[in-house]
């Protein structure tokens, strides 16, 4: 029988062992939201490892496999093995998390396997609507600790997450393209103006933060995708691309 600090430990282990671009739980989030933390990232983690290893399976073999996640994400599944699982179900139910979020993600994970390359920003857009935002909500919830936070933080905390995933995008550029995923419909410069007026729109999230160490990791969050997003407008190492005429 596995305890659920034992499925706990579980996740941590598996959010400390991946290396990210973006820190998962720094050592200023508090410390009852980093158990939580690590059980989404767990989660997102095993499903993004399924959506992007298209060598070792077919795409149906990867769509059930999804399917089979949100089986388990719905109760559908005994879970009673499942360490991640087993740790998910608490943190939602711990947190009174909307389970909308996750099944947004996701949906993602299956856009991945089914890969269409965004024509326009607003394809772009609706991409990170379900492969980011939600997991920026979902922070802001665990800080608002089952309270439910104002629309506008929601909204700014979108502006941020969709900014953080098209800098992510132009930082993996050469990774996703010999995937055969591309991304990106605009030139580099047209995404890079319009992400850095993403993270602009964005930035009163910190205000609404409840804890002021919450206040510090958002800030140092927004920092770091600014600064990323400059190295991106730097770099020399131009990559060819096909690209779509702006819209």
């Known amino acids: 029988m596995i305890s659920v600090d034992e499925a706990y430990a579980h996740c941590e282990k598996v959010a400390k062992s991946h290396y990210e671009n973006f820190p998962?739980?720094?050592?200023?989030?508090?410390?009852?939201?980093?158990?939580?933390?690590?059980?989404?990232?767990?989660f997102s983690r095993l499903a993004d490892d399924i959506a992007?290893?298209?060598?070792?399976?077919?795409?149906?073999?990867?769509?059930?496999?999804?399917?089979?996640?949100?089986?388990?994400?719905?109760?559908?599944?005994?879970?009673?093995?499942?360490?991640?699982?087993?740790?998910l179900h608490d943190t939602i139910a711990t947190a009174r998390?909307?389970?909308?979020l996750f099944l947004r993600l996701l949906a993602a994970f299956r856009s991945d396997v089914n890969f269409v390359a965004p024509t326009t920003w607003e394809h772009l857009l609706a991409y990170c609507s379900n492969s980011a935002n939600p997991v920026g909500e979902l922070f802001l919830r665990l800080d608002y600790a089952g309270d439910e936070p104002p629309a506008e933080a929601i909204e700014a905390s979108n502006a941020i997450c969709t900014a953080l995933q098209i800098t992510n995008f132009l930082q993996d550029l050469g990774i996703d393209l010999a995937r055969g995923r591309a991304y990106l419909p605009l030139d580099d410069?047209?995404?890079?103006?319009?992400?850095r007026a993403l993270f602009d729109q964005?930035?009163?999230?910190?205000?609404?933060?409840?804890?002021?160490?919450?206040?510090l990791e958002l800030r140092a969050i927004i920092a770091g995708g600014r600064i990323m997003l400059w190295k991106c407008e730097r770099r020399k190492d131009r990559l060819s691309r096909p690209?779509?005429?702006?819209?």
């Open 52 to 87: 992007d290893e298209p060598w070792t399976t077919n795409d149906q073999a990867r769509l059930d496999a999804l399917n089979l996640l949100e089986l388990k994400l719905q109760g559908v599944v005994n879970v009673s093995e499942d360490q991640v699982f087993i740790a």
């Open 202 to 215: 964005g930035a009163s999230v910190v205000g609404y933060a409840r804890s002021w160490r919450i206040r």
């Open 24 to 42: 998962v739980a720094s050592v200023l989030v508090p410390h009852k939201m980093r158990k939580h933390l690590f059980a989404i990232y767990a």
């Open 97 to 100: 998390l909307p389970l909308d």
């Open 189 to 195: 410069a047209e995404v890079i103006r319009r992400t």
């Open 243 to 247: 690209i779509i005429p702006a819209r």
